[in-house]
Structures are given as C-alpha cells and as structure tokens.
C-alpha cells in the first residue's frame, strides 16, 4: 500500500482536552499535505476545521458524547446536530456502554437511531460511526461473549443507520483497537465499514489493522504512520 493510498484511510485527531486552535490549524495543515481521509476533533472546533478544509478533500469529523459516552441520547443528538451545522461531514458518537454489555439490543438501537436521525436531519449525507470501546466489550469474559457483545453493536449499529462501528476512544483504560476487535467487526458488518482507533502509533500497526478488515484508522501519528516512523504518539 502506498503512503497515499494509506493516508485515504486515516482519520488525522487531536481530541485532547487541552488542544488549542493554533495546534488544529496545525493538524489541518498536515491533512491537507497528506490527503488525509479526514481531521477529527471536538466539537468546539467543528467550524472552524470546516472552514479551514473547505475545498481540499478532506473531511471534517467531530466527536459526540466524547469519551465516555454517558450524555443522554437526546444530549447526543443535539450535539450531532450541531456539529453538522457546523459543517462537520462526519461525526463518531460514543455509545453508552451498558446497553451493549447487557446485551439491550433494543435500547442500544435506540439510542443509536436517535442520534443518526438528528444529524442526517441537519445533512443527509453526514457519515455516522459509532464508538463502542470494542477492548472494554472483550475484557475479562470469553472469547464466545466477547465476539456476542460486538456482534450485538454491529447489529444496533446496521439497524439504526450508522456507516461505521468504531473500536474505540482511545481513552479508557481498558485500551484501544485490536487486531481480533477489528476481524470481529468486519465478521459481523454485513454493510457496515469498520474504523480501528486507539494505539494505532506507527506504520505496522496501521498494516495490522487495514489486513484485519479495518476502511478508515483513527490516530494522532498519521504523518508518522505514512511516513513509515514509529511514534509515541498522543491517546488516540
């Protein structure tokens, strides 16, 4: 693969708390250079990236109910909204969490339907991944229960119109994406696309992801990832 064709596949983020503009400004530029699939970022600079990006190619995306994903759907779904009137193309929403490790299928698709419904209301077109902590989802249970419960999210997350399931934020504690996260998303798709994120620091683990079935990568590393450098990177 290519460093371009690479790059068409990343998410370039900053979603740090404390980033600041001219650190945006920064990350746009290198999507720019790059031909990134995207920038990622809070809400609070949705706007402002879009503006900034406008005619370039690459997409705006904004977080919602990022990272923990306890807001109220109604909450998400306002904050869909106003991030795509902001002029945000994408949005990755945090799911919350217990719907899906008590397997509620119902609730889980709910919510989810709630959130798509509010943002394509605002753009028809807005891309929709949903995050779903896929390492907390496999921790401490079976392989079995592990590959149910994202089975599940997949199928909360085809039902309700969602583009991508998403493994992670990149900020729990339990960690990020994993290569059998990744094959279990992409089993159990059946239409959706599949975003990795969380760790993925330098070029070989983005490899590892793109073979395990992953379309789009999230990460802070990109210029270091399709440079072929390793990174220390920065939680996502």
Known sequence: MTPTELASKIDHT???????RPQVHKIVAEAIEHKFASV???GVF???VAKMLHGSGVKT???VGFPLGANKSTIKAIEATSAVKD???EIDFVAHLPY???ADHQDAKAEFLEIVRAARS???RVVVKVIVESAYLMADVTPEEGERRIALACAAARESGCDFIKTSTGFHPSGGASEQAVRWMKKHSMGLYVKASGGIRNHADAVKMINAGADRLGCSAGVAIVSGAGSSGGGY
């Open 122 to 124: 605002a753009n028809p």
């Open 46 to 48: 949705a706007a402002d």
């Open 14 to 20: 900053l979603l740090k708390a404390e980033a600041t």
């Open 61 to 63: 995306c904004a977080v």
């Open 100 to 102: 899906l490790l008590k």
């Open 87 to 89: 002029g945000a193309d």
């Open 40 to 42: 990622c970022v809070n």
